[in-house]
């Protein structure tokens, strides 16, 4: 979508190593969220940011640091990738905390 | 624990026909339920969203109806498409959204 980026798009790792996902916003927005997607579980909030360097969990944040060290980019890490972190990543972007706008995801694969 | 809980998993609809997608939430304090439209390789997009102060709300095809005492609200397509087909979330939200499990409608045509 415009005004929202993530990178990669698709990613293949090997289980125990970093990795870390790129959302970049155009929109100024105060608020970034990053969510996985497993079928059958739909969308689960794992951290989101409120502001430059404001950053608090979600409901499956174990495994996962993320960084906003810019209004446009969120950052998240997979300190040590595990084959369950395999998914589909969506970041998204919001003015008000409620009307979310995603981007395109990105395909991790952990093998 | 699943705070929004959508119903069916998968949902078959000839064209022309209506579809139905059903959510129930939990937490009273939620005030915004939207939802979600997703296309294969694609981000959610939002379709139509209500506050808990209306009871439907109408935008062409797509109509969300709610009822507050049930803690329940529904997406409704009438003349349902094959461009249609796709996945649909619903949510709930107070400051902060919980998603639904999501339904995949396939419309035939």
């Known amino acids: 979508d415009a005004g929202i980026t993530q990178s990669p798009r698709h990613k293949v790792t090997e289980t125990g190593t970093p990795v870390t996902l790129r959302c970049h916003q155009t929109?100024?927005?105060?608020?970034m969220y990053w969510y996985r997607q497993d079928p059958g579980h739909g969308l689960r909030l794992i951290h989101y940011?409120?502001?430059?360097?404001?950053?608090d969990k979600g409901e499956v944040s174990d495994g996962y640091s993320v960084s906003r060290s810019k209004t446009e980019d969120f950052l998240l890490t997979l300190e040590s990738a595990t084959s369950s972190q395999t998914s589909v990543y969506f970041c998204?972007?919001?003015?008000?905390?409620?009307?979310?706008?995603f981007g395109s995801g990105t395909r991790l694969t952990v093998v | 624990q699943q705070q929004v809980k959508q119903s069916p998993q998968s949902l078959i609809v000839q064209k022309g026909g209506i579809s139905i997608i059903n959510c129930a939430y939990e937490?009273?304090?939620?005030?915004?339920f939207p939802w979600y439209q997703q296309f294969p390789g694609k981000g959610p997009a939002l379709l139509i969203a209500?506050?808990?102060?209306?009871s439907e709300k109408k935008e062409g095809r797509f109509t969300i109806s709610f009822n507050k005492s049930a803690k329940q609200f529904s997406l409704h397509i009438m003349d349902s498409q094959p461009g249609d087909s796709a996945t649909y979330f619903c949510?709930?939200?107070?400051?902060?959204?919980?998603f639904g499990a999501g339904t995949r409608l396939t419309v035939k045509p």
């Open positions: 937490n009273t304090a939620f005030d915004y």
């Open positions: 949510a709930a939200s107070k400051g902060g959204m919980r």
């Open positions: 929109e100024n927005h105060r608020y």
């Open positions: 940011s409120y502001g430059v360097k404001d950053t």
């Open positions: 209500i506050r808990p102060d209306v």
């Open positions: 998204a972007i919001s003015w008000d905390n409620y009307g979310y706008t």
